[in-house]
């Protein structure tokens, strides 16, 4: 028997009721959003527009996790290469604003 929480379940399997490895993608990327955004899935003390999250907010590999059709969805191990490559685009960022304010470390 599945269970989950709403805002977490994949599209997929509500229509077809089969869950699948990339149903597990779906659910990563609602968590990834909830964390990068700092708030829960579904808010209901928001405005309409921003009270289901992934409604409000579709961007970047997060996205890609959330598509409706799982076939449309990365595999994990894509997810953490983009994740990956994000950490050392960051890492770089921050290297280059030290150094151009004369922080240096």
């Given at each position: 028997m599945v269970k989950g929480s709403f805002g977490y379940l994949d599209p997929e399997y509500l229509t077809r009721?089969?869950?699948t490895e990339k149903s597990d993608v779906y659910s990563f990327g609602v968590v990834m959003f909830e964390v990068l955004c700092g708030r829960p899935v579904i808010d209901p003390t928001l405005p309409r527009e921003?009270?289901?999250l992934i409604e409000w907010?579709?961007?970047?590999?997060?996205e890609k996790c959330l598509a409706e059709c799982g076939l449309d969805r990365p595999s994990m191990g894509d997810v953490l290469w983009n994740l990956e490559c994000a950490l050392q685009l960051q890492g770089n960022e921050e290297k280059s604003f030290?150094?151009?304010?004369g922080l240096g470390f």
């Open positions: 009721q089969q869950l921003k009270v289901n907010v579709m961007r970047e590999i997060a030290r150094f151009s304010v």
